[in-house]
């Protein structure tokens, strides 16, 4: 079955640090990838997709390329802040006749400090 | 505009009672999906539903059902509750027309089961 795995946390970093965390996964088919971010006490948000192979999803400071030959998913920043503490999750989808889940890895709990 | 909604925000139960939690989507999406996230694990899905009916059923036990409304909307019942029900809910809503599978969740239901 799909199966997405992240580096384990936490991550803690200063403020101006590059971040990234890593994420492979496991997929039938062709997914879309996608991060998702979870701050204390809230439900997830959506940070960044790819639909396709290379493709590259950003926003706010964040990047992920869609590297298919090597299926992984790896989120980047250059330089973090302390509003970026958050757990992060990766997550893969895929239409099949069962509708489109999402599997999500683990999280990974990211702590900036100043 | 409003975002996924959902119903109760806490929830305190105790072992072998039943439980619904409510869901309402962003206007305009007719699916919703449920997961469950145990503390410090990632979500897992549970179901999804487009015009009112079952397109995927994740692995958990027949105590869980869910249901969707004419308004779209969606209630998750558990029954006979246990320990190990204790997580948050979340629902998500999407646009089944989209290609990328985006899905938007709610805050989530923090259900404690003693």
């Known amino acids: 079955g799909d199966s997405v795995t992240q580096m384990e946390g936490p991550v803690t970093l200063s403020e101006e640090a590059f971040l990234t965390i890593n994420c492979t996964y496991t997929?039938?088919?062709?997914?879309?990838l996608f991060w998702y971010v979870q701050y204390p006490g809230e439900g997830l948000q959506l940070l960044l997709k790819a639909t396709k192979a290379d493709d590259k999803g950003s926003n706010k400071g964040f990047e992920a390329t869609y590297r298919k030959e090597t299926t992984s998913f790896h989120l980047e920043k250059g330089s973090v802040q302390v509003s970026d503490s958050a757990v992060y999750f990766c997550a893969l989808s895929t239409n099949n006749n069962a509708g489109n889940m999402l599997t999500f890895g683990g999280g990974t709990r990211l702590m900036v400090k100043p | 505009d409003a975002g996924v909604t959902q119903s109760p925000t806490h929830l305190i139960k105790t072992r072998g009672q039943q439980v619904t939690l409510r869901c309402s989507p962003i206007s305009g999406h007719k699916s919703v999906s449920w997961y469950q996230q145990v503390l410090g694990q990632g979500p897992q899905f549970i179901f999804q539903?487009?015009?009112?009916?079952?397109?995927g059923r994740g692995n958990f036990p027949d105590r869980f059902s869910a249901r969707q409304f004419p308004n779209y909307s969606s209630e998750l019942n558990v029954n006979a509750l246990l320990l190990g029900d204790s997580a948050l809910y979340l629902c998500?809503?999407?646009?089944?027309?989209?290609?990328?599978?985006?899905?938007?969740f709610g805050p989530g239901t923090r259900l404690t089961v003693t």
């Open positions: 539903y487009y015009e009112k009916e079952e397109r």
């Open positions: 997929a039938t088919g062709y997914p879309s």
């Open positions: 998500a809503s999407s646009s089944q027309g989209s290609s990328s599978y985006e899905q938007y």
